[in-house]
């Protein structure tokens, strides 16, 4: 059912790669391209504040992590990230390279997966656009788990099609452990197990011979999921407590953060290219020459093979896609896929951010490279993707040339340099909903200076709650520093350090960093 390439190349016709070692050089080409983009300057970036938490909870026991009761620490990355730090240590390459060992994988994967839905084209093309996309080489270089849990959703994936497409045993055996992985490996595994039963039931006709072991391989996943879940969901304070302990300080989703999503997949956010209008000019710059590129390409290309002839390729398009019942079915498949993860994170948690909707982002690619390869005697290979890569190769400059994280280690060794007698590092709530207490271990991780710190919390106090224990803080001291992260203009806590006409705060000295502030102060006598 799934395996329709042939088909496929005979409805869509023209540009063919029929030699297997034209396919292998272009593969080998996006997978090299692939290690490189992930594997570059691995080391460059401080760890910010989760992956300075992996550093602290990869020395705890497994026990420790499953007693914790996080629906954000599934056990499987640290039990594998454990091994792998005791190889490579704990420093940045360290830990990151097992993120982007993963991310190379997924770009297999991705390609083994398109190849047996849309055909060896649309393998191709849904792996080199994972392969460019800086949001999927941000999470290959970051010691966090998100990039495991993409390889292990394509895993579980692969092996769910290969089930359904031959019915072999063995297969379907490798599809339930890979799925337990998935959601032991990121606790959003649960939605890709929705998507593949939502598509299984809209085909339960096609499948009812083997609904009877479909059941018993549900089961199995769920049994084997429930000593992780059910101490979070019913003890403890239920998922409401959970998700209150774990998933805190973020915005309300909505709709369309959805959208969002699906832009960032393939897109550099706006942020690469700061809020400034020389910056801001320059990204309608980009967005302007794609889209003159895309407009002056298709109309030669029209011109070329003749208006008419363009005209009747377009209309000749959706009729023939109508006209093969197995490539609906596989873009179902690929739909459910894509939207089921984020539509039922925006509906089930109140909390959304597209790390967490990373595993839908491998469907999005398969997509849009189908879109792209069926519809190329309307629009060129070459003009589709070299819009693609107009628009993604700016963010990638800025993603290797720019800081994207928290600078922990340059803020640490700046206050190394510059600390001196008598002084004490404050660290200040922050809008955003971070720990204090975290702050400090990200900052006490690069930290080898003598000065005592001290911490300002929770989050949400009034003006004269944080003079109150601000003074605390800093009694007995002559001057001290104060560390703000995520300074914003509007920051709440740094327009109150920096408002000196309301206190009696002298300000000495300051630095800026990629997501923090540094400033001196002494009390006005």
Known sequence: MFNRQLRLNGLFGGIDIEKKSNEAILFVFVLVLGIVLRFYDLGGESFWLDEVATTIEVKQSILALLKAGRLDEPPVYYILIDLWAKLFGVSEVGLRSFSALAGVGSIILIYLVGKRLFGK???????????????????SQEARNYSLFEFAVLLSFFFFII???????????????????????????????????????????????????????QALIVLAVIPYFS?????????????????????????????????????PPR?????????????????????????????????????????????????????ISEIRRNILLVSCWLLCPPVLLVLILPVYDHKYVISAASAFYLLLALCIWSMRKVIPLLISVGVLIILTVPGLGHYYTADVRDQWKEAAAFLEKNGGQNEVIVFAPNDS???????????????????????????????????????????GYDRFWVVVRSPTPGNRYKLFFLNTSRTSLHLIKEQQFVLLDVYLFEIKK
Request: aromatic share 16%; with cysteine; net charge negative.
């Open 433 to 475: 909903g971070v720990n204090v207490g975290n702050q400090q271990k990200a900052f006490n991780y690069y930290y080898r200076g003598p000065l005592p710190s001290c911490g300002i919390g929770p989050e949400e106090l009034t003006d004269a709650e944080v003079w109150d224990i601000l003074m605390q803080c800093v009694s």
């Open 121 to 139: 084209e649309v393998g191709l093309l849904g792996a080199f656009f994972m392969t460019i996309s800086d949001f999927q080489i941000l999470y």
């Open 271 to 323: 942020r690469y290219f700061g809020m400034d209008m020389e910056w801001g000019d320059f990204l309608l710059w980009i967005y302007a020459v794609a889209g003159g590129c895309f407009m002056v390409g298709t109309l030669i290309h029209a011109a070329r093979h003749g208006v008419s002839n363009w005209l009747a390729a377009m209309t000749k398009l959706p009729e023939s896609l109508k006209g």
């Open 163 to 217: 089930y359904l497409d031959g019915g072999k045993k063995i297969h379907f055996v490798f599809y339930i452990v890979f799925s337990i992985l998935m959601v032991y490996s990121n606790a959003f595994g649960v939605f890709v197990i929705i998507a593949q039963n939502l598509f299984f039931v809209l085909h339960i006709r096609k499948y009812v011979k083997l609904l009877g072991i479909w059941f018993v391989g």
């Open 231 to 267: 101490p979070i969901l019913f003890g403890g304070g239920g998922l409401e407590g959970a998700v209150d302990s774990n998933l805190e300080g973020l915005p309300m989703p909505s709709y369309s953060d959805v959208l969002r999503s699906v832009y960032r997949f393939i897109l």
